[in-house]
């Protein structure tokens, strides 16, 4: 088998990469090792930035997100008993987040691909990158279609589309591999819940007891996650203990405010890491989405970060087909690193302002609320904020 592209991996930085290529006129191969219902269902990241919004609508994926994503204007913080809105648009020329799971992008993805697009093979497994270093890359997969037989996907490059626990990084030799990591001492219990949102917004709490995040699904659907200890196991937590956490972490003066309650569908923990793998490409080889870098989820960077370096990707591949020009192809790992490093920045402030560290001292407590403090109360921490979150043009960064 050959094509221009291989990709490994149809989450969204794979199946993202292949519909714009496909649009572009350059042809690929998406392996993925999963069955397609695994890949609509796992439940991940919830929150589009502006910029991927824009992207998928570029794509042609944009139809479903338009009528049923819920365009947000601005997220809540809780501390101190306090409820402080930040005002997306007003802090930063218009710009707003769209709520629309991840689940729904991927079956929207797949859905075109497999109508308009180039192959893309379910539990068709990457066993190894070959020749990253030659003009001539070769993916090595196993095929369940197939029997279960060896494969070779031959192509001009290969793409790591793989998440972080995938074989395309194993392909940079050691001495070329610089890793940046960071571990967090606490964990994410997550639920989904049949029941309305209790607030509009997203509501992100910094209590005594941990961090809590109130979100949201749908107009029916809560969402919402308990800072746990590292290792805990999702069902140590009945569904009531669930709601009572929730409903001491999210303490409030305002009279106004009752978290509404329902049945739970689905529990799970998600541990939290930061990690950079340096460089992004190697010869052939391109490293995107969760394959080169992960975020912990407290700035929901995650999935937008992948659809801004497939954009980036997918632009330089264009580049050089239309202009022979392989300046920006060159410059994919420098170009998409600093984009990562502002979302790392942001993700661990995030992450650092907002969970109690388990050794956390009263020294600590002080400086998270003075620093929730100075949200508040100075604009331009605000905006600084608000710019981050709602993400960068990507434009701006190529
Ligand atoms: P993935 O979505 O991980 O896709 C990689 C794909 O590659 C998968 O389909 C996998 O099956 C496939 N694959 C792996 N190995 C192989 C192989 N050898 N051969 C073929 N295919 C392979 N982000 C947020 O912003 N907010 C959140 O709340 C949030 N929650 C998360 C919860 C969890 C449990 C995890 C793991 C991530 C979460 N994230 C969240 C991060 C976000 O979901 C990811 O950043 C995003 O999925 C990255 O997309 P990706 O396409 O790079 O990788
Ligand atoms: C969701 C996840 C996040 O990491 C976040 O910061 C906000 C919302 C979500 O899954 O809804």
């Known amino acids: ?37 695994y890949v609509e269902r796992r439940q991940r990241a919830g929150i589009l930035e502006q910029g991927t ?44 987040v769209t709520v629309y799971a991840q689940t729904e992008v991927c079956k929207d993805l797949i859905a075109l691909q497999l109508a308009e697009g180039g192959p893309l093979l379910f539990e068709a497994e990457a066993l190894a990158v070959e020749g990253a270093g030659t003009e001539s890359p070769r993916v090595r997969f196993r095929h369940e279609g197939r029997e279960g037989r060896e494969n070779v996907l031959e192509c001009d490059y290969v793409v790591g589309c793989d998440g972080f626990w995938g074989v395309a990084r ?53 969402r919402a996650y308990l800072q746990v200890p590292d290792g805990t196991d999702a069902d ?20 106004q405010w009752t978290l509404r309650r329902g049945p739970v569908t689905a529990k799970s923990v998600t541990p939290m890491r930061s990690y950079v793998h340096e460089p992004m490409r190697h010869g052939r080889l391109f490293l995107a989405g969760d394959a080169a870098h992960i975020v912990p989820p407290t ?19 264009i580049l050089l087909r239309d202009k022979g020009d392989p300046g920006a192809l060159d410059a994919y790992s420098d170009t998409c690193l600093r984009r990562v490093w502002q979302a790392e920045r942001f993700s661990y402030a ?42 960068f043009p990507l434009d701006e960064q190529d």
Request: no cysteine; aromatic share 6%.
């Open 236 to 255: 140590d937590w009945a569904d009531d203990e669930i709601w009572d956490e929730l409903d001491r972490r999210l303490e409030t003066d305002d009279p």
């Open 1 to 37: 088998m050959r094509t221009t592209v291989g990709i490994i991996g149809a989450g969204p930085a794979g199946l993202l990469l292949a519909r714009l290529l496909h649009q572009a006129g350059i042809a690929s191969v998406v392996l993925e090792s999963r069955d397609r219902a």
């Open 350 to 391: 995030m992450t650092t302002l907002l969970h109690r560290a388990p050794d956390a001292t009263s020294f600590d407590d002080r400086i998270q609320l003075a620093g929730l403090d100075r949200l508040t109360t100075a604009r331009s921490a605000e905006t600084d904020l608000a710019e981050a979150y709602t993400g």
């Open 53 to 96: 919004v824009d992207v998928l609508r570029a794509a042609g994926a944009g139809a479903r997100m338009d009528r049923e994503g819920l365009p947000h204007d601005g997220i809540e913080l809780r501390f101190a008993r306090r409820r402080h809105r930040v005002d997306f648009p007003a802090l930063t020329g218009g710009r707003s």
């Open 170 to 222: 194993t392909a940079v030799p050691r001495e070329v591999s610089r890793v940046f990591e960071r571990g967090y001492p606490y964990a994410w219990l997550g639920i989904l819940a049949d029941v309305p949102p209790s607030h509009d917004e997203l509501v992100y709490a910094r209590h005594d007891r941990g961090f809590a995040l109130l979100s949201m699904r749908s107009p029916s659907v809560t």
């Open 299 to 317: 700035g929901a960077k995650g999935l937008n970060l992948a659809v801004g370096d497939v954009v980036t990707l997918a632009r330089a591949l």
